[in-house]
Every structure is written in C-alpha cells, then in structure tokens.
C-alpha cells in the first residue's frame, strides 16, 4: 500500500479492521459478517484492505443493540439508515415495524413459557413414577 495513502487515511479518521475490532470489541470475523450482511461499510485501499470512517464505531454499536434485542440481519439492514443522531433512536416512521418485531417476541416468549410448563409436568410425573418403584 502506498504510505500517502496509508498516512491520508489516518489523518481523516479511517481506521483498519484491527483497529475497529479493538475499539468495539467485536471479533473481526464479526465485523466481515457485518459487512457481507450489508450492515457495515467499507472502503478498500489499493492493497484490499478495509477501511472504516469514524461513525463506524456507532454503527457497530446499533448493531448490536438490535442483535441483543433479537432483531434478524435482514431487518438490522432495513432499519440502519433510519437512525436519528448518534445513539439508538429510530425514526417515527419504523416505529410500527419494531412494535411487530416486540409483538412477536412476546407470542415466543408465551410459546415457551407453554412448552417450559408442559416439560416440567412430564419430567415431575416421571420423578414421581420413579419414587414409587
């Protein structure tokens, strides 16, 4: 890679995949996901090496409060762009599509809580089975 290149990029805050990793805490088999996903962006140096602007960090960091809040890749990708300011705010408009996305958590969470239920009946019928014997 050329050093002007190299030294340029630093100067306007881009930062490796290395340094991204480090800053996040996310693996950077992660951040390639991220990236292949069509969560992340890059820029590529003549070598083919990943770049990534400053925002970079903020964008990893909504990332994954959308993955911890049980949101799939494909509706992450959606919902990037309507972000509001810096941190996690989304726009009014999406809003409805997160209610559905909380919706259905909540039937998930009734489904198992039915399915825990049912489990811990057989497993207390059989406990009680096996003491009789």
């Known amino acids: ?3 002007r290149f190299k030294l340029l990029s630093h100067e306007v805050g881009h930062m490796k995949i290395g340094e991204l990793s480090r800053e996040t805490g996310v693996a950077v088999r992660l ?3 991220y990236e292949a996903q069509g969560l992340l962006t890059s820029d590529r140096s003549e070598g ?3 770049h990534y602007a400053p925002e970079a960090s903020a964008t990893v ?3 994954r409060a ?3 809040a049980g949101l799939p890749t494909k509706v992450i990708r959606e919902l990037m762009p309507c972000f509001v300011g810096d941190g996690i705010e989304i726009q009014a408009c999406v809003l409805d599509h997160l209610r559905t996305q909380y919706a259905e958590l909540d039937s998930r969470i009734a489904d198992l809580t039915r399915a825990r ?4 009946e057989i497993l207390e019928a059989s406990t009680r089975a ?3 014997v």
């Open 1 to 3: 890679m050329d050093v």
């Open 31 to 33: 951040l390639r996901y």
């Open 48 to 50: 083919g090496h990943r």
């Open 61 to 63: 960091a909504r990332i």
């Open 66 to 68: 959308l993955l911890a």
């Open 117 to 120: 239920t049912a489990l811990g």
């Open 130 to 132: 096996l003491i009789r």
